[in-house]
C-alpha cells in the first residue's frame, strides 16, 4: 500500500495524488543486489484544463484518473545478505511501464496514455522473523507527459487575441516529466 503526491505537472493534468496498491516478488542475486518486479494499481486524481475557455475558467476538476504501472526494479541492499539488530536499509531504483485509464471528461485533447516511468528510492525493512518482514519506502516517481498541440492556441472564446497570450502553454515544450513522491509500505514473506 501507498500514497503518490506531487502536482501533476506545471498544469497539474498529470495523474497525482492517490492511493497505491501492488504486489511485488523479489528474488536476492547476491547478499547486496536484489532484483525485483511488481504490479501495482494507482487510484489518482487530475485536473483538466479546456484550452478554449479564458485563462481564469478553464481549469476544472479533479477528477479521476487510474493508472495501473509494472516496475523492474533493483535494490541494493546497505548491510549486504545480513541485518543490523533486524534492519536492513537499501537504495533501490525501478524501471516501468504505466498504463493509464481514459477519462471521458476531459475533451481538451489531453490523454495520459501509456508512459515509461522511473522511480529512485531509498527504504528500510524490519526483519521481527527470519521468514516475515515490514517494508517502508520513500520514491521519488517520474513519468513524461505529452500536451496536445492545441494547448498553444489562444483560445476560441477570447475574442480579438492576438498571438498567444491567452494560450494554455507559451512557451512552445509541450512535454514534460511530472514527478511525486510515492510512499509505500507493506510485508514480506520469505521462502
Do not use: C
Amino acid at each position: 500500500y501507498g500514497n503518490l503526491g506531487g502536482d501533476g505537472g506545471k498544469l497539474g493534468i498529470g495523474p497525482h495524488g492517490g492511493p497505491t496498491y501492488g504486489i511485488r516478488y523479489d528474488f536476492r542475486m547476491s547478499g547486496f543486489i536484489q532484483a525485483g518486479l511488481s504490479a501495482n494499481y494507482m487510484d489518482l486524481e487530475r485536473l483538466i484544463v479546456d484550452a478554449d475557455d479564458p485563462p481564469d475558467a478553464r481549469v476544472t476538476g479533479p477528477v479521476s484518473q487510474s493508472v495501473v504501472t509494472i516496475e523492474a526494479a533493483l535494490q541494493f541492499n546497505i548491510t549486504g545478505g545480513k541485518t543490523w539488530h533486524g534492519l536492513q536499509p537499501f537504495f533501490t531504483g525501478g524501471l516501468g511501464y504505466a498504463l493509464g485509464s481514459t477519462t471521458k471528461a476531459d475533451t481538451s485533447g489531453f490523454k495520459f496514455g501509456n508512459r515509461f516511468s522511473i522511480s529512485p528510492g531509498v527504504g528500510l525493512r524490519f526483519y521481527p522473523t527470519s521468514r516475515i518482514h515490514f517494508r517502508i519506502e520513500a520514491r521519488q516517481h517520474f513519468w513524461k507527459l505529452k500536451y496536445p498541440p492545441a494547448f498553444q492556441d489562444e483560445p476560441a472564446s477570447v475574442p480579438g487575441g492576438i498571438g498567444n497570450e491567452d494560450a494554455v502553454i507559451t512557451d512552445k515544450k509541450l512535454n514534460e516529466w511530472a514527478n511525486g513522491w510515492w510512499i509505500m509500505g507493506g510485508i514480506g514473506f520469505s521462502f
